[in-house]
T-cell receptor, first 112, second 113 residues
Framework: GENVEQHPSTLSVQEGDSAVIKCTYSDSASNYFPWYKQELGKGPQLIIDIRSNVGEKKDQRIAVTLNKTAKHFSLHITETQPEDSAVYFCAAPLYNFNKFYFGSGTKLNVKP | EAQVTQNPRYLITVTGKKLTVTCSQNMNHEYMSWYRQDPGLGLRQIYYSMNVEVTDKGDVPEGYKVSRKEKRNFPLILESPSPNQTSLYFC????????????FGNGTRLTVT
């Protein structure tokens, strides 16, 4: 099956700094790469996703970049705020899209 | 409001006592799936369903059953729970399989003693 590795497992930044979380995947046929944010006591929520026909996508302070050759994609959060503190998960589907594989999660702590 | 509803939110039970966790979505989604979340392991897929009466195993199906008799409902059944099934469980749905965003419920924390 797909193997999705996510780094780092924890990340602590000062408010206003940038945060970058990286994921690698193994199935070269994967073509959809979402990022989810999980706040305490809640289910994961999609914050941004990218398809393999583009290399970068931005939504205000959040961006995702994709390098299909190297099989990795990254989440970039600029001007971090305390409300960005949460656990972030990357994911990639198996080529037949029936199964999703998640990274092990990154706990982001934004210090005021 | 579009949502995935899981019940119960918390459940404490004993080894061997059958239980069901319900999941319902109101978005007319084709695809539904169950995950378990354990520290350091992320979310692992238990079972998924492409449509009514179509279900298949994920990566960790042992000890679990599911059914999809109606499009909106996808219950998770533990016939004989064991302590290693103590975990946080999430139900999710999406428009169509793994190429569209997943919508998650708020989770069910299960403890098996």
């Amino acid at each position: 099956g797909e193997n999705v590795e996510q780094h780092p497992s924890t990340l602590s930044v000062q408010e206003g700094d940038s945060a970058v979380i990286k994921c690698t995947y193994s199935d070269s046929a994967s073509n959809y790469f979402p990022w989810y944010k999980q706040e305490l006591g809640k289910g994961p929520q999609l914050i941004i996703d990218i398809r393999s026909n583009v290399g970068e996508k931005k939504d205000q302070r959040i961006a995702v970049t994709l390098n299909k050759t190297a099989k990795h994609f990254s989440l970039h959060i600029t001007e971090t705020q305390p409300e960005d503190s949460a656990v972030y998960f990357c994911a990639a589907p198996l080529y037949n899209f029936n199964k999703f594989y998640f990274g092990s999660g990154t706990k982001l702590n934004v210090k005021p | 409001e579009a949502q995935v509803t899981q019940n119960p939110r918390y459940l404490i039970t004993v080894t061997g006592k059958k239980l069901t966790v319900t999941c319902s979505q109101n978005m007319n989604h084709e695809y539904m799936s169950w995950y378990r979340q354990d520290p350091g392991l992320g979310l692992r897929q238990i079972y998924y369903s492409m449509n009514v009466e179509v279900t298949d195993k994920g990566d960790v199906p042992e000890g679990y059953k599911v059914s999809r008799k109606e499009k909106r409902n996808f219950p998770l059944i533990l016939e004989s729970p064991s302590p290693n099934q103590t975990s946080l469980y999430f139900c999710a749905s999406s428009l169509s399989s793994g190429n569209s965003p997943l919508h998650f419920g708020n989770g069910t924390r299960l403890t098996v003693t």
